[in-house]
């Protein structure tokens, strides 16, 4: 459990005028791993990584990426990370490869390196044909791409995503996912913040929720998924005169708990991993029921704070005290 | 159904292999260069930008010239060759405030946080934007001359101290800029950095002998006219334009232009970089 960590930070406070963005916040990430930090909007995930990125300067606490303090060693820091901000962060009025090529520049690769890796990164990120445009003309998706490409230039060993896939469409969000899977294998480790725990699930090793800046849980996908209840599995029957049947075997698969019908034709039952899903469609099968939609959910974020906080993740600060006792309930 | 299919990648899925930067000497100047050349590229891109130092010298050279020649200086020709320097000047002042406006709206955008989480100067950035502005204030010396020329200018004194006259012009507007340049950093909205900046600009170039000699002004108001740098930048162009005694003006505008940088430059790198 000594693994070398990449990303480490302690006590990271900030305060913007009133609103305090960090409160105390740990972050600590092995090399080679992924960290997910999940949080609503306004949750202090974006302060963090700004701070680990050395854009800004903690007003407490103190961080470390690869060794080098953030604050001190901003130099060495910026040598080894690449950042990929919520909102593109790429030169709207220049091409896309124009952009990689200054960024290119910019790391020192040299004129013929930086056209080099421009080239290569343009065509990993399916940009090839689009590398003459303006970045302004590019899709949401080709923009997204066309940041992360930015980020990866320099070949950094640590690359920080700042909600990477937030407004992108389902197969988009895969593809980025693939990108994040393969920079991990490639060696690079990854801190990424979402407001998705299926996100956080499909790609993290360990996942931080943060709210209100502090850290309320910190726990592997399995761990975090236990306490705040695992998969969904809903189906809507083609005959409603087959509900019964239906709420019937999906009690069967089920993690021991009853179907309830979620809304009006839909039944929808807790399991415990993706096996019941299969299981569901032969015993449905061979029952002789026929559906019009099945899926297996994650809980939203929604339901993961209210499990953590006792409340949605939209309210506001007023059920605190709630919040600390079922806090307290969930460290213990 | 949430667990979608994966559409397959349509390029090739290879991970490109990790490249190692290579550090060399000049980064600053380096670096400097490669954000120059970005805003060349935008500027290229964006012609329309180029108004203020293309339309601007041209109207204000016919508007002044036309209306106000026959009653300044006895003939339309007289006034020209009195006026083309000055105009020159005023519009080299007025161009340098476009980069405070461009600099205002970039800071707002994520490519600034880009550069700062690169390993480049934090400095680089700022030389960048100016250096690569050298381009507008090229265009706004040649474009004077030319519409000057068609309304029958002509530079009385030799091809050398007429080059050495747009170079002291285009040298002013490169210093002269980082007073924009840190109140880009100041100031909220690019509205407000063209608000300021014409505030600034507008009473040195008519407290001054742009448009007129200095005789003719109130003794009160010379004390001001003597003092500020556009006087010495006209001063200094009529001189080598036209032969007029340059007296101390080209030291004058020297000065000015190293005042600018001494005081502006630091205050503008040390603005930025606190700029959250």
Wanted: proline share 5%; glycine share 8%; charged share 20%.
């Amino acid at each position: 459990m000594t693994a070398e960590l990449v990303i480490e930070a302690e006590g990271l406070v900030k305060h913007f005028g009133s609103t305090k963005a960090l409160q105390g916040v740990d972050l600590a990430v092995p090399r080679g791993t992924v960290l997910g930090v999940l949080g609503p909007n306004g949750a202090g995930k974006t302060t963090a990584v700004r701070i680990l990125s050395t854009l800004l300067t903690p007003d407490a606490g103190h961080a470390r990426i690869s060794g080098f303090d953030v604050v001190r060693d901003a130099e060495r820091v910026r040598q080894v990370i690449g950042l990929t901000g919520q909102y593109a962060s790429v030169d709207e009025d220049l091409t896309g490869r124009q952009n990689l090529e200054l960024f290119g520049t910019l790391l020192d690769l040299g004129r013929a390196g930086a056209r080099r890796r421009a080239a290569e990164l343009l065509e990993w990120f399916d940009l090839t044909d689009a590398a003459g445009r303006q970045a302004k003309t590019y899709s949401g998706g080709m923009r997204r791409r066309l940041d992360l490409a930015a980020s990866l230039v320099g070949s950094p060993d640590v690359i920080f995503l700042d909600e990477p896939t937030t407004g992108l469409d389902p197969a988009k969000r895969e593809d980025m996912w693939d990108v994040v899977r393969s920079l991990v294998t490639a060696g690079s480790t990854v801190l990424l913040t979402t407001q998705y725990l299926e996100e956080a699930d499909a790609l993290a090793d360990e996942i931080t929720v943060i709210d209100h800046g502090r850290v309320i849980a910190h726990d592997t996908p399995e761990g975090l998924k236990r306490v705040v209840g695992g998969q969904t599995l809903s189906v809507r029957p083609a005959d409603p005169a087959q509900l019964p049947l239906t709420a019937a075997i999906l009690a069967e698969v089920s993690a021991g708990a009853e179907a309830d019908e979620i809304r009006k034709g839909m039944l929808a039952v807790p399991v415990a991993d993706d096996t019941a899903m299969t299981e569901a469609v032969a015993r449905l099968a061979a029952a002789g029921v026929a559906v019009t939609e099945l899926a297996l959910h994650l809980p939203s974020l929604d339901e993961v704070f209210f499990t953590l906080t006792g409340r949605t993740a939209s309210d506001d600060d007023t059920t605190t005290t709630t919040t600390t006792t079922i806090k307290e309930e969930v460290a213990a | 159904m949430t667990t979608t299919l994966s559409t397959p990648r349509t390029s090739h899925p290879v991970m490109p292999a990790a490249v190692t930067p290579n550090p060399r000497p000049f980064r600053l100047l380096r670096h400097s260069l490669a954000l120059a050349k970005r805003s060349l590229i935008k500027t290229a891109r964006t012609p329309e930008a180029l108004i203020d130092v293309t339309l601007q010298p041209v109207l204000f050279l016919i508007i002044f010239v036309y209306v106000f020649g026959g009653a300044v200086a006895g003939s339309t020709h007289d006034y020209l060759q009195f006026l083309l320097p000055g105009i020159l000047a005023q519009t080299i002042a007025t161009g340098c405030i476009a980069i405070g406006v461009n600099l205002n709206t970039d800071l707002a955008k994520g490519i600034f946080d880009r550069f700062r989480s690169l390993p480049v100067p934090r400095s680089a950035p700022l030389l960048g934007a100016v250096l690569g502005d050298i381009v507008r204030y090229v265009i706004v010396t040649l474009s004077t001359l030319a519409i000057g020329y068609v309304m029958g200018f002509r530079i009385t004194t030799d091809p050398l101290s007429a080059v050495a006259g747009c170079a002291l012009a285009v040298l002013f507007a490169l210093c002269l800029s980082w007073l924009p340049v840190y109140v880009s950093m100041k100031v909220r909205t690019p509205g407000a950095v063209q608000g300021l900046m014409f505030a600034l600009i507008m009473p040195l170039s008519f407290a001054s002998n742009v448009f007129v000699g200095t005789s003719t002004l109130p003794g009160w108001m010379q004390g001001f006219v003597d003092v500020n740098p556009l006087t010495h930048l006209v001063g200094a162009v009529r001189g080598l334009f036209l032969g007029s005694p340059l007296g101390n003006h080209v030291w004058w505008t020297l000065a000015w232009c190293a005042g600018f940088v001494v005081v502006f430059m630091p205050l503008a790198l040390r603005a930025y970089r606190k700029k959250v």
